[in-house]
């Protein structure tokens, strides 16, 4: 265990400067996918302009809840590049994930440190810069219990994000025609939610809240940073299960990937 | 005691059949329809510690499939394998910690560090003492010549350098077994020559078990005792090199300079493939004609100046295992 951690930051200090040698490229991409959040945040915004609110949802609300995703999902992309389905169906296609089945070290270790992607700190910068924007347009009545909770909805944000891309990167093993819809559960996921989740249709909610329990990571947690009620009249403590929600779906990717690796070397595709 | 102990070893795959068409590719994310495939059908073998074998067989024949198990890579689907008294995929860190694999056209190495780096990498993956480390890594630069392009990305090497170094890392940590999938693909002479000798030193001087698949005789010729052979997922030939040279040489060819031009140099037993002025080629069987007696016949008839008598290559005598299964018979 203790050897793996150890290997996984030698091969996380491997990745960072083989990515920092093609310098140029890296800032392109830094750049460019920072462009896109700010392009999609601005077309929010132009909404807002015209409506007011959503939903009695403010501008500034919503800039917090998307500010808060784009960040963790943008944190997750980085510490778990390597588990990306597209790139991990490549080299599962390609043959390099025999190599890494071939070491004797942990298999998920040398996957997480199989890639990082720094580029993305472009969108994460963006991210930061947004809950920035939000706070300043809306301000929080920080509490003790809200500056301790912040970080903890991140990382519960962080793992559900890693899980789904578990889930997609073994998925994988099986087919890697579906990468599609692999990214609808991934992308898709976090662009649903960004928005708070009482604008949607009710089966689309009790899709995200019963089958993949993504509303209780953000939306109800944004609840609780920003004073609002619920109108969904879920019990009191419900923006606390962003850690339970975020672990569980966890745990489940790993159990799914665990499987799928005993599929792989059965199947040998 | 055997290192690597296979019985009745196989492995099927399920291969699912496309249907064609937009039709066919709707209906196929429905259902699919499978047809099972024996990649490796039920084949026995014994390998000894120090022991370099060719594995040999077309594309498609099981040849990685049988190597992929004996890795770890891969659960068989039934029978008994056991590879340093471990069953490989049952205990994968403490199996692949022990042996070392090339894997043809894919390198173990990290593409954008210089060589070095890479092996100073492996050295902590494997947990390779420091002094070993250093002992070994001395020993195989010297012997594969990678001194000049250690401190070379390894993204800008050429292939035969990379094969080299790919070779030495699977090395630095001192595997009991070495598999080997095709180390000498698309390299000149002088390269596979130079890979060839390493091989054969190791294999030698450290006493490491070599298991070999290449698609080029030659190497099989210079290295191999022992060959294997497979085709269509069956063992067909497990013996020495030499017996079935023996066996399945089949034809031999004998070209004979005569001291003048005859218009007829037929002679019973033996077909004449080539008459060109003085010079003559036949061919015969080696089991049921003994290069003397065939030079008997000719010579009681015509004048000889010269002969040599070749034996078919080893390629030629391993095509008609395949082509004609000789050995199902």
Request: aromatic residues 12%; proline residues 4%; neutral net charge.
């Amino acid at each position: 265990m203790r050897h793996s951690f150890e290997l996984y930051h030698r091969l996380l200090s491997v990745q960072l400067r083989s990515q920092l040698q093609y310098r140029f490229s890296f800032l392109l991409e830094m750049f460019s996918t920072a462009f896109v959040v700010l392009l999609e945040f601005a077309s929010i915004a132009l909404v807002f302009e015209r409506f007011g609110h959503i939903k009695g949802w403010s501008l500034g609300e919503v800039a917090f809840l998307y500010g808060l995703v784009e960040t963790a999902f943008g944190l997750m992309d980085m510490v778990f590049s390597g588990f990306d389905p597209q790139r991990f169906g490549q080299s599962v296609r390609r043959g390099t994930f025999d190599q890494l089945l071939l070491r004797p070290i942990n298999i998920t270790a040398q996957v997480m440190g199989s890639d990082f992607a720094l580029r993305r700190l472009g969108k994460i910068a963006l991210g930061i810069g947004i809950l920035a924007y939000a706070l300043a347009l809306n301000p929080i009545t920080w509490t003790l219990g809200k500056i301790l909770y912040l970080p903890v909805v991140v990382a519960s944000n962080i793992l559900f994000f890693g899980g789904l891309f578990v889930v997609g990167a073994t998925i994988t093993f099986w087919t890697v025609e579906s990468i599609e819809v692999i990214n609808i559960l991934t992308y898709g996921g976090s662009f649903v939610i960004s928005y708070p989740m009482h604008i949607y249709q009710q089966w689309m909610r009790h899709f995200f809240t019963y089958l993949v329990p993504a509303i209780f990571l953000t939306y109800f947690p944004a609840l609780y940073f920003l004073d609002k009620p619920d109108p969904l009249h879920f019990p009191a403590y419900a923006p606390f299960l962003s850690p339970a929600a975020g672990l569980l779906v966890w745990a489940a990717s790993m159990a799914f990937w665990h499987f799928g690796l005993k599929h792989y070397q059965s199947t040998g595709t | 005691m055997n290192i690597i102990n296979v019985h009745q070893l196989h492995k099927q795959f399920k291969v699912s059949k496309h249907r064609r068409g937009m039709w066919g590719a709707v209906r196929n994310l429905v259902s699919q329809d499978y047809q099972l495939v024996e990649a490796v059908d039920h084949i026995d073998f014994q390998i000894g510690p120090g022991e370099l074998v060719g594995y040999l067989g077309p594309n498609g024949a099981g040849k990685s499939t049988t190597i992929k198990m004996l890795a770890g890579l891969l659960v068989p689907t039934g029978g008994i394998l056991e590879v340093n008294g471990r069953v490989p995929w049952r205990e994968r860190q403490a199996h692949v910690a022990e042996i070392g694999a090339v894997f043809g056209q894919r390198t173990t190495l990290w593409w954008d560090l210089p060589v070095i780096e890479s092996l100073a990498l492996l050295k902590h993956i494997y947990k390779i003492p420091e002094a070993r480390f250093q002992h070994n890594l001395a020993e195989f630069t010297d012997m594969l010549a990678l001194a000049p392009f250690l401190n070379t990305p390894v993204r800008s090497l050429s292939l035969g350098q990379r094969m080299r170094a790919d070779i030495c890392a699977a090395l630095l940590h001192e595997p009991k077994i070495l598999f080997l999938d095709e180390p000498t693909i698309g390299l000149d002479v002088v390269a596979k020559e130079r890979i060839r000798q390493f091989i054969k030193q190791v294999n030698q001087a450290r006493g490491v078990t070599v298991i070999l698949t290449t698609h080029d005789l030659q190497d099989v010729e210079k290295l191999c005792e022992r060959v294997m052979i497979i085709d269509r997922g069956r063992l067909l030939f497990d013996g020495q090199l030499k017996s079935l040279r023996d066996r399945f040489g089949g034809r031999r060819e004998m070209i004979v300079d005569f001291t003048e031009s005859y218009p007829d140099v037929a002679v019973e037993g033996a077909q004449l493939i080539a008459h060109d002025g003085v010079r003559a080629t036949y061919q015969f069987e080696r089991d049921e004609l003994t290069a003397s007696t065939l030079i008997g016949r000719i010579s009681s008839r015509y004048r000889i100046r010269d002969l040599t008598v070749r034996e078919t290559e080893i390629e030629e005598t391993i095509r008609r295992i395949y082509e004609k299964g000789l050995l199902e018979s």
